[in-house]
């Protein structure tokens, strides 16, 4: 079977070609295999979800795209939104026991707010609840806020056991627990931000984005789809930044007990 | 010396608890204490016998403590954590000097919410607490990252006693010092004491002849020791 010429321009892939693209992955797990890397099975794995997941996926938004209900969209939003606040808990193995609520309620505000904004204000999408626009813009959203929430998290826990002695100290000067975690806070939060400020500053010349690239091999003008992506940047941008700062701000003070003293290593139960 | 009737600092039946391999350790059980001020404690004991423990449970910096603690015959539990911290200062063995300058460190307290309003100390008044400790040469603005560990020590008592507290909690305060760091930490912790304050040093170093008595805690409890 051949690729088909799709109105547009666009080349649907078929089938066959699509299980070809696995042969790379094969030759990958053959050079692991050689080099003993012990990832072989892992990658087996990862290819196996990417294509159940991705095709799933696909069959879901076909299937939400033709119903055009705006429940199935909140529904959706809300799967994507708890399945990405778990995948964070795992990601930050210091954290205290708890946060789910605080990187349940991270995402959402970030997911709704960063969204609704773009599809409403931006792209005018039409109704409000148009799936093709709000599912894959909030893939995104939550996608990339979930990495800078990930991260934020992961590092400001770090960072407070880091600097337990100093917390100690200032929590003795008369510190509130806001005040002693203040510079971890800071720098858990810039380093949640710096691969967002990276992304941004390397688009275009460095690499060509995702959205952008899948717009035009999807026969899309390229100067409308560079429009669509700068909206996407940013809006990633802000998404990470207001995720990752609820997120900390919910979740820091659960390290410190009820009189304001930092609960380190000796003292967790 | 001016010895009040009213402990500045008392601990009623402190007790603290840690798991241990043979189930709950009792490290403090049922400890009292009482410090008046114009009077130095010191505190010795082997290693593992909870004498910082004990430090860190008087400054209410140790969850799980129970007991009574009363602050100038205050229940701890009418007095707000951070205040209590303000009036039972605890100063850690390992007196890190935070980012930034020499005046940064001393003031440092200055920069938090529990002293907003109150009268910052003018550079005539670090110059002074400097020089009394024979840190005349080092200069206000000098990068604190600078510091040797002895001058480190030294201005790290010389923060908390700046702030003026009740009570001085030492945590071996001399143990890793030159001879004449550790003489002026000994000095300026004596001219605490002489101006009414109450100070408990944890040491395991052999007198140096400030203490007014001296206690050793064993099995969770103090046992008085001659001075």
Avoid: C
Wanted: charged share 20%.
């Amino acid at each position: 079977m051949s690729a088909t010429q799709l109105a547009g321009g666009v080349v649907a892939i078929g089938w066959p070609q699509l299980l070809l693209a696995s042969g790379f992955v094969v030759v990958t797990g053959l050079l692991g295999v050689w080099m003993q890397l012990g990832v072989t099975k892992d990658l087996a794995v990862a290819t196996v979800r990417t294509y159940v997941q991705l095709l799933l996926l696909g069959l879901v938004l076909r299937w939400a795209f033709a119903a055009n209900k705006w429940w199935w969209v909140v529904g959706i939003l809300t799967i994507m939104t708890v399945a990405a606040a778990r995948i964070i808990i795992k990601r930050a193995p210091d954290a205290p026991s708890g946060l789910f609520l605080a990187a349940v309620t991270s995402m959402a505000v970030t997911g709704i707010t960063v969204t609704f904004a773009v599809t409403g204000l931006v792209v005018g999408a039409e109704p409000w609840y148009s799936p093709r626009y709000v599912i894959p813009i909030a893939g995104m959203v939550l996608g990339n806020s979930m990495n800078g929430i990930a991260l934020s998290l992961e590092r400001v826990f770090a960072d407070l056991d880091a600097r337990a002695d100093e917390i100690r100290a200032l929590t003795a000067l008369g510190a509130t627990p806001w005040e002693a975690a203040h510079p971890s806070i800071r720098a858990a939060l810039r380093a949640g931000l710096i691969p967002a400020i990276n992304s941004m500053a390397a688009a275009g010349i460095v690499f060509i984005p995702g959205m952008m690239t899948g717009q035009v091999l999807a026969g899309a003008d390229p100067l409308e789809a560079t429009k669509y992506q700068i909206v996407v940047m940013l809006m990633v941008a802000a998404a990470e930044i207001i995720g990752a700062v609820l997120a900390v701000l919910m979740s820091y003070r659960r390290r410190f007990d009820v009189e304001g003293v930092y609960l380190d290593k000796g003292l967790r139960g | 010396m001016t010895n009040t009737t009213t402990p500045l600092l008392e601990a009623r039946s402190l007790s603290v608890g840690r798991h241990g391999d043979a189930g709950i350790l009792r490290v403090l059980d049922g400890l009292d204490l009482a410090v008046v001020g114009g009077a130095l404690t010191d505190i010795v004991g082997p290693s593992g016998s909870g004498k910082t423990t004990l430090l860190l449970a008087l400054a209410r910096l140790l969850p799980g403590a129970t007991g009574e603690l009363l602050l100038r015959g205050e229940p701890a539990q009418r007095v707000e954590p951070r205040l209590w911290r303000t009036k039972v200062a605890y100063l850690p063995q390992r007196s890190s000097m935070f980012p930034g300058t020499v005046e940064d460190n001393l003031l440092l307290a200055w920069r938090l919410s529990v002293r907003s309003g109150l009268a910052v100390p003018d550079g005539g008044r670090l110059r002074e607490v400097l020089d009394s400790v024979h840190l005349g040469d080092v200069a206000l603005d000098r990068d604190a990252s600078r510091l040797s560990e002895g001058q480190a020590a030294r201005i790290a008592l010389l923060r908390t006693v700046l702030t003026g507290p009740d009570v001085l909690l030492l945590d071996e305060p001399d143990a890793a010092l030159d001879d004449e760091s550790a003489r002026q930490v000994g000095l300026l912790t004596r001219r605490f004491v002489d101006e009414g304050g109450a100070a408990v040093r944890v040491r395991h170093l052999r007198g140096d002849g400030h203490a007014d008595r001296r206690m050793r805690l064993t099995g969770g409890r103090l046992v008085e020791e001659s001075a």
